[in-house]
């Protein structure tokens, strides 16, 4: 995707989002406002495109401001979750469209073959069987995980082992493109992305995580994350959305919030995805080590002092 066009269409997308803010479509102030559904959208694309986080920072993020709406009102926090991942969806799909028609066509190519022939055919393979782990750990342990996983203590914890994760991996060497991985690989990075289900530990965070340790240079890390991005999120959005949207009972004063989040997210991710694409190319990941270890120590900070409680 050009440059031109990614800046043109997230500054569409983030402008009408605040222009529906602005004239207040559809708002319900004793629901998530437009505005609230604004700042969770931004923070959706960039953090879930970013080695951050993007579930911690929507707990953090509510719980740092004391927004409890979501939290208290499940119904409506799932269809508004779906239209968070449905902006990145299209984000991550958009820019990198080339790169999806190419190794669809070489994942098809390789079934009428029954072979793997080029690095096309083996990124596309890779992309598919590292899905597969997380798709299995998020079905069977979804609501063990909401029950059990997401309070800001937990999440501080997590950032803070992930950043140091991090820093661990990026020092090995850039041995490895993204052609040069094999299915095991694969598997490797597949059960690797289970772990991100765990807010806190952020998909892309573990996934390029996964890949330096590997050996992949920067470039193609980053790469491989927002690729196995969209199996992983339109899996979820898929199932969310028909379960949650079209086939459930829509609470009130969805339609606000959801278009002007998801529009945000969108925008949001697709400035996230060049940001980190070019920054990558010229730097290591230590931007991103430092921002979670200080936002961990804000939160154990916050807790600690009595500002805020452990748990949300």
Same mark, same amino acid.
């Given at each position: ?25 559809? &708002?319900?102030? &004793? ?5 609230? /559904? ?7 694309? !960039? ?17 740092? /401001?004391?927004?409890? $709406? ?12 779906? /239209? ?6 299209? !984000?991550? !799909?958009? $820019? ?7 190794? %669809? ?15 096309? &055919? ?29 309070? @800001? ?13 991090? *820093?661990?991996? &990026?020092?090995? @060497? ?13 598997? %490797? ?20 995580? !996964? *890949? ?47 278009? %002007?989040?998801?529009? *945000? ?25 430092? $921002? ?21």
């Amino acid at each position: 995707m050009r440059r031109s066009l990614v800046y043109g269409v997230a500054g569409a997308a983030l402008g009408l989002a605040v222009v529906l803010v602005l004239v207040g479509f559809a &708002d319900d102030p &004793d629901a998530l406002t437009n505005g609230q /559904a604004f700042v969770l959208g931004v923070v959706q694309g !960039a953090t879930e495109l970013l080695p951050i986080s993007s579930s911690g920072h929507l707990t953090l993020v509510p719980w740092a /401001a004391e927004w409890t $709406y979501l939290e208290e009102n499940d119904r409506f926090h799932q269809t508004f979750d779906v /239209a968070l991942h449905l902006g990145t969806l299209v !984000a991550v !799909a958009a $820019y990198f469209w080339s790169d999806l028609v190419r190794l %669809v066509r070489a994942w098809l190519g390789t079934l009428a073959r029954r072979r793997i022939e080029t690095a096309d &055919d083996r990124i596309a393979w890779f992309v598919v069987v590292a899905t597969i782990p997380a798709g299995i750990v998020g079905l069977l342990g979804e609501d063990l995980i909401a029950d059990n996983l997401g309070e @800001p203590w937990q999440i501080a914890i997590l950032l803070a082992a992930g950043a140091l994760l991090l *820093a661990w991996a &990026d020092h090995f @060497p850039e041995r490895k493109h993204m052609g040069d991985l094999g299915l095991r690989h694969a598997v %490797v990075m597949g059960l690797a992305q289970a772990l991100a289900l765990a807010p806190g530990v952020s998909r892309s965070g573990i996934t390029i995580t !996964a *890949a330096r340790f590997m050996g992949l240079d920067r470039d193609g890390a980053a790469r491989f994350s927002f690729l196995l991005l969209l199996p992983t999120v339109l899996g979820a959005v898929v199932l969310k959305g028909v379960g949650d949207v079209l086939l459930g009972d829509l609470p009130a004063g969805w339609q606000g919030p959801f278009l %002007v989040g998801m529009l *945000a997210a969108l925008g949001s991710g697709l400035l996230a995805i060049d940001w980190l694409l070019g920054y990558v190319r010229r730097h290591t990941y230590e931007v991103f080590v430092w $921002y979670r270890l200080v936002v961990a120590a804000l939160v154990a900070l916050a807790i600690v002092s009595g500002a805020r409680s452990a748990t949300f």
